[in-house]
């Protein structure tokens, strides 16, 4: 059964390095999400898993053979394209029933299997069509369904969503769980978009310039990510500058810029050094003490406002606040805010400073 | 005057102007032949119907023009599509230097192309060190030749295609557990049909029409008897003077050559994009075999070994010829005029082609949509398809007889050169046009601009490069004609019909020399063909 592995992978182009060192194991039957911000390196890594590119170092396994040197065609894999890449000169029925044909199955198994996974995407009414006459969510469901008539366990979806709708991206993903667990194969989906990440993954390995930052399941790099890239690419965040004054009991204080004081329930930094504060916009509060701050602008995001603020620390804070609360805020109007300790996320502060922490390269 | 030639009036004139000129002067003398076979059958029926040996004769150009016409086609598509293949695919050391090579055989005009193919491939008694010296079948000799200018030809109206279909199409056949050989039969090639389609029409139109290479080859082995369409036109017309009963049969060839070719160009472009293939079945294992270890390298090389062998080698045999031959003296004022002749002829036509076919090409990409551009869309595909020689022949009789134009050689000439050339400027200058997005025009528009400014200050600028291009082509491809000029006027002195001539008179080492000259004065226009369109790339 397909468990994948990759050991010391790494491709580079002259002096371009474009994946360095990736060491992942994806376990049989997981649903894992690659993802990272575009020239990470995150295609690069899946079309070496598949073949398309031969690494410069590092080796492949595929459950549990070294694929190394195979060529794509005997590695046993469905492979889905961000443009789609149905054979336009093909039917629906015919693009499905590709891989059977590949495999010189005779006439009848070819169109029995085409039926079944055209049934299990609901586009059997549409065998007939050309792919030109499908819209685009129509189109990449055939050529899921296309890829998974190949009879492989290992699915790898490279950016299968992106050249969609955002409505169509939306409902496909949840279609893309549902098959993969129905069918008990393993899928690596490679995304640059951390809500489909989170919406779809058992567990997700994020990537920055060609290696991986932390791999965790979405929760985990939401709620307590390692890493200060983590906590601003995946989902928003406050990220504050301070040093921690003291340390007692189960929370440190931390002394922001101007001298304001923050709480956080977290003890593994020493007294004295500089640290970098995340906490979500969710969960910063107004209330009757706190940080003091002026409102500079106030979104209406639907079901809540998101209110920016500028602190006395010299601070940009986010924070929601229920679309009910909002009337009473105005730009201008000056407020206290609240963390939740137990909510924010506390890292010694990196040497280059934040910006360089967090850039998207 | 910018608001005299803005008016509606003014243009509404010119555009109708444009456009009878190409009815007139292009069209209508391509085809005024077919008329004969109305106003003088009987002279078809007494001349050429009632005839067994003129009939035979006849029947047998034809069959051999089209049967080396199919089979050169044949070959260039086995062995173009591997070369366009490795060239558009691969990445190897030396892919540019090959890419050149392709290119090369077009430098050389067909008049001194048929010669030094003939050297090498022919059995003479020319002693040149190093040639083949075998081939004794004067059909397949014209085959080969053919091959050797046409497939520059294929492979780049192949290769061009190529480009343009996505390759993720075969990874992605290749995922589905596909050979690589087994999914470019069935994926890359079913997509291919438009490429082939030109490429196919392209080869089978250009050896069809041609002329002057074919004559000088079967002249350099000694052929009696043999002949093709366009030779037996070019032969009798320089016979029509001391034998006027020549006449029907030259108006009877000229018709079923245009006639046939017509026919062909429709059906071919049927057959191809009409007709699926059923999808063909895979099979597994042999497919894989030969897409693995040697068969790859083993079809690379002899994709190369063609190249050189079939295209190359006879391209330029000539040059060991000259080396090698006991020099003869010679005159070489008669060359040189015939050279300034053939200079004189083309820079007209160039100018005509200009002039005429670039607003004509505006107008096709400008009205795509419009029924008229459509027609004529159509229509300038006629001279481009029709052999040169029946072109040449209809355009004589057309104008000789009309009383409209004086009859100079030279304007005849001029009117036969512009005839075939035409269609390559506006082919060229229109496919430009249509990339350009209108929104440029039209934001010169609303900015003030009349249409003329529009044109000239927003449209010239990016086409520029393609109307020097389609020139340039038009240029070379007048300076090597024999087959029309020698069809319209029969003693014609241009450069590729005088070296005909010095063949047919056994003047080999002349013949030779002046080649040479040929090749080098049409290569200084390649490179600036090259440097154009190198430069519009870089832009």
């Given at each position: 059964m397909p468990e994948v592995k990759l050991v010391g992978l790494k491709k580079s182009?002259?002096?371009?390095?474009?994946?360095?060192?990736?060491?992942?194991?994806?376990?049989?039957?997981?649903?894992?999400?690659?993802?990272?911000?575009?020239?990470?390196?995150?295609?690069?890594?899946?079309?070496?898993?598949?073949?398309?590119?031969r690494p410069t170092e590092g080796k492949v396994y595929i459950g549990g053979k070294d694929?190394?040197?195979?060529?794509?065609?005997?590695?046993?894999?469905?492979?889905?394209?961000?443009?789609?890449?149905?054979?336009?000169?093909?039917?629906?029925?015919?693009?499905?029933?590709?891989?059977?044909?590949?495999?010189?199955?005779?006439?009848?198994?070819?169109?029995?299997?085409?039926?079944?996974?055209?049934?299990?995407?609901?586009?059997?009414?549409?065998?007939?069509?050309?792919?030109?006459?499908?819209?685009?969510g129509e189109q990449q469901k055939v050529s899921l369904a296309r890829a998974l008539a190949s009879g492989s366990k290992l699915l790898l979806l490279d950016e299968p969503l992106s050249a969609l709708d955002s409505r169509v991206r939306v409902d496909l993903r949840y279609e893309?769980?549902?098959?993969?667990?129905?069918?008990?194969?393993?899928?690596?989906?490679?995304t640059h978009d951390q809500e489909e990440a989170q919406s779809v993954s058992d567990r997700i390995v994020l990537m920055r310039a060609g290696t991986v930052v932390e791999t965790g399941t979405p929760e985990e790099l939401y709620v307590h990510p390692r890493n200060i890239f983590t906590a601003n690419f995946i989902g928003e965040t406050n990220l504050l500058e301070g040093w921690v004054k003291e340390v007692v009991g189960g929370t440190s204080s931390i002394e922001l810029r101007?001298?304001?004081?923050?709480?956080?329930?977290?003890?593994?930094?020493?007294?004295?050094?500089?640290?970098?504060?995340?906490?979500?916009?969710?969960?910063?509060?107004?209330?009757?003490?706190?940080?003091?701050?002026?409102?500079?602008?106030?979104?209406?995001?639907g079901t809540y406002w998101r209110i920016m603020a500028s602190t006395e620390d010299d601070e940009e804070v986010s924070f929601d606040v229920t679309t009910m609360d909002g009337n009473s805020l105005t730009i201008g109007k000056e407020l206290y805010l609240a963390i939740n300790p137990k909510t924010a996320v506390l890292y010694p502060k990196p040497e280059d400073g934040v910006e360089e922490a967090i850039k998207l390269e | 005057m910018i608001a005299v030639i803005s008016r509606k009036r003014f243009r509404t004139g010119w555009t109708a102007f444009i456009i009878l000129f190409f009815l007139l002067f292009v069209i209508l003398p391509t085809v005024?032949?077919?008329?004969?076979?109305?106003?003088?059958?009987?002279?078809?029926?007494?001349?050429?119907?009632?005839?067994?040996?003129?009939?035979?004769?006849?029947?047998?150009?034809?069959?051999?023009?089209?049967?080396?016409?199919?089979?050169?086609?044949?070959?260039?598509?086995?062995?173009?599509?591997?070369?366009?293949?490795?060239?558009?695919?691969?990445?190897?050391?030396?892919?540019?230097?090959?890419?050149?090579?392709?290119?090369?055989?077009?430098?050389?005009?067909?008049?001194?192309?048929?010669?030094?193919?003939?050297?090498?491939?022919?059995q003479t008694d020319l002693n040149v060190p190093f040639a083949l010296n075998s081939i004794t079948s004067p059909l397949l000799l014209i085959i080969l030749l053919h091959v050797v200018f046409s497939y520059p030809y294929m492979v780049r109206s192949l290769s061009a295609i190529l480009v343009q279909i996505d390759q993720t199409y075969e990874t992605a056949g290749r995922t589905l557990g596909a050979s690589p050989l087994a999914a470019a039969r069935t994926i890359t090639l079913p997509l291919f049909r438009a490429g082939l389609v030109t490429g196919i029409i392209l080869c089978f139109s250009r050896s069809l029409s041609e002329t002057g290479g074919t004559m000088i080859a079967l002249a350099t082995m000694n052929n009696v008897g043999f002949a093709t369409g366009p030779t037996l036109i070019g032969d009798w017309k320089s016979n029509l003077v001391s034998n006027p009963d020549l006449a029907a049969p030259l108006a009877f060839v000229s018709i079923l050559l245009i006639i046939l070719s017509l026919i062909l160009l429709v059906v071919i472009k049927l057959i191809l994009m009409k007709v699926h293939l059923p999808m063909g079945r895979i099979w597994p294992r042999p497919e894989r075999i030969f897409s693995r270890g040697l068969f790859p390298k083993a079809k690379?090389?002899?994709?190369?070994?063609?190249?050189?062998?079939?295209v190359l080698i006879p391209s330029f045999f000539i040059?060991?010829?000259?080396?090698?031959?006991?020099?003869t003296s010679f005159d070489w004022g008669p060359f040189l005029d015939s050279l300034v002749y053939s200079f004189l002829i083309a820079g007209i036509v160039t100018v005509i082609d200009i002039a005429l076919g670039v607003p004509m090409a505006v107008y096709i990409a400008k009205n795509r949509t419009g029924k008229i551009s459509e027609v004529l869309d159509v229509l300038v595909n006629v001279p481009l398809i029709v052999p040169t020689a029946a072109l040449g022949y209809s355009l004589g009789v057309f104008w000789t007889g009309q009383n409209l134009i004086p009859t100079w050689d030279v304007l005849l000439i001029i009117l036969a050169h512009v005839a075939f050339t035409y269609p390559l400027v506006v082919r060229n200058v229109a496919g430009a046009v249509e990339e350009v997005d209108p929104a440029f025009e039209e934001t010169a528009r609303t900015l003030g601009a009349k249409p003329i400014q529009g044109f000239s200050r927003v449209l010239y600028p990016v086409i520029k490069s393609s109307i020097l291009a389609g020139a340039i082509m038009a240029f070379t491809r007048s300076l090597g004609e024999t087959g029309?000029?020698?069809?319209?006027?029969?003693?014609?002195?241009?450069?590729?019909?005088?070296?005909?001539?010095?063949?047919?008179s056994s003047d080999y080492y002349v013949a030779g020399l002046a080649c040479i000259v040929l090749i080098i004065v049409s290569y200084v226009a390649m490179l600036a063909l090259r440097y154009v369109t190198n430069g519009r790339r870089s832009n």
């Open positions: 182009y002259g002096k371009v390095t474009a994946v360095n060192k990736v060491n992942l194991t994806v376990e049989n039957g997981e649903y894992v999400t690659i993802l990272g911000p575009s020239g990470c390196g995150k295609t690069t890594l899946i079309r070496m898993i598949a073949g398309i590119i694929m190394t040197s195979v060529p794509i065609e005997d590695r046993d894999i469905g492979y889905v394209f961000q443009n789609i890449a149905l054979f336009p000169h093909l039917s629906v029925r015919d693009n499905v029933s590709y891989g059977p044909r590949a495999k010189d199955l005779d006439q009848e198994e070819q169109g029995q299997i085409s039926k079944k996974y055209l049934e299990m995407v609901k586009l059997l009414d549409k065998m007939c069509m050309f792919p030109s006459e499908l819209c685009g893309l769980r549902r098959l993969s667990k129905e069918l008990g194969i393993t899928t690596i989906h490679v101007n001298g304001g004081l923050v709480k956080v329930a977290q003890t593994n930094i020493k007294p004295g050094d500089a640290v970098v504060i995340s906490v979500r916009p969710e969960f910063v509060f107004a209330a009757n003490e706190g940080m003091k701050a002026t409102i500079t602008d106030i979104t209406y995001m | 005024y032949i077919l008329s004969y076979a109305v106003t003088d059958w009987g002279s078809i029926d007494t001349y050429v119907l009632n005839d067994p040996e003129m009939m035979e004769m006849i029947t047998n150009a034809i069959i051999a023009s089209f049967e080396i016409a199919g089979i050169v086609t044949l070959i260039d598509i086995v062995v173009g599509l591997p070369m366009a293949w490795m060239l558009v695919r691969k990445d190897f050391k030396g892919k540019k230097f090959l890419d050149t090579l392709i290119d090369m055989p077009l430098a050389v005009p067909t008049a001194a192309l048929g010669f030094s193919s003939a050297i090498f491939f022919a690379d090389g002899l994709t190369v070994f063609f190249l050189v062998i079939l040059f060991t010829y000259v080396a090698t031959a006991t020099p029309a000029t020698q069809a319209v006027v029969a003693d014609a002195m241009t450069a590729p019909v005088y070296i005909v001539t010095l063949i047919r």
